[in-house]
């Protein structure tokens, strides 16, 4: 004789939105030191290889926050890129995630007893080289950038668009290259407007230094 079936009841645990809610409130409690020690943190999203780093050695290079300037840097494994902002006397903390694809608040709050937040004006946080997860996770910060180059495509800000929702700014970097690539700046600019009609992109190029004092102004009109 055939048993009749009673339907079990579905379990359905939402992991992703008990994570961020823990991570919300972390990042809460960081915002809340950042602004009682008047620090403007910038959270600086993209890529691996984008130009993030290089972005960073820059506005430390600038001197327009001597001695009043830290990084935090996540990185999955090594400490290379710690390594290039310590070479500029600037304080760093390098933070590896050991596999993880983000930096979260719990990750920036670990690395701030090593930062003397009193003295600074200004952090630079590089997340993990990544266009998915980083954007949906709150590190406590009050500025979003994100750093594209033209080495990746003009179509990324279509096919990657939650990175660019939050964001104040994109730096499209890396555009001594434009000549060897086929990449589409107009094209670009219509995809960001897409996601966000506002988000003011920035044309900049480390190795020539074209357009990184409009970088330092647009950062210093912040801190
Ligand atoms: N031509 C050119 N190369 C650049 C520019 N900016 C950075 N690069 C080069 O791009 C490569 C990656 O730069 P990084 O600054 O390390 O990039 P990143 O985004 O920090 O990389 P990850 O931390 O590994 O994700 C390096 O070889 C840089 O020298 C630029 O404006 N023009
Ligand atoms: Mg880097």
Do not use: N
């Given at each position: 004789m055939e048993r009749t079936m009673q339907p079990r009841e579905v379990k359905v645990i939402s992991v992703f939105q008990d994570l961020r809610a823990a991570n919300d409130?972390?990042?809460a409690a960081n915002r809340a030191a950042f602004e009682a020690a008047a620090v403007r943190v910038v959270n600086v999203l993209g890529s691996?290889?984008?130009g993030k780093t290089s972005l960073i050695e820059a506005t430390a290079r600038s001197g327009r926050w001597a001695g009043r300037i830290g990084v935090i840097e996540g990185d999955l494994a090594t400490a290379n890129d710690a390594q290039r902002i310590a070479a500029l006397d600037v304080p760093v903390v390098q933070i590896n995630t050991g596999g993880g694809c983000h930096l979260n608040a719990k990750m920036v709050a670990s690395a701030l007893p090593e930062m003397d937040l009193g003295a600074l004006d200004l952090l630079l946080i590089e997340n993990v080289g990544n266009l998915v997860c980083p954007a949906?996770?709150?590190?406590?910060?009050?500025?979003?950038?994100?750093?594209?180059?033209?080495?990746e495509g003009a179509d990324k800000p279509a096919k990657y668009p939650v990175i660019f929702r939050d964001a104040d700014l994109v730096v499209l970097t890396k555009t001594d290259l434009l000549a060897h690539t086929d990449?589409?700046?107009?094209?670009?600019?219509?995809?960001?407007?897409?996601?966000?009609?506002?988000?003011?992109?920035?044309h900049l190029s480390c190795r020539s230094g074209t357009g990184v004092d409009a970088w330092l102004d647009w950062l210093s009109q912040r801190t």
């Open positions: 409130q972390i990042a691996p290889g984008a949906s996770f709150d590190l406590g910060e009050s500025l979003r950038v994100v750093v594209s180059s033209t080495a990449f589409d700046p107009q094209a670009f600019a219509r995809h960001v407007a897409d996601i966000q009609a506002d988000l003011p992109i920035l």
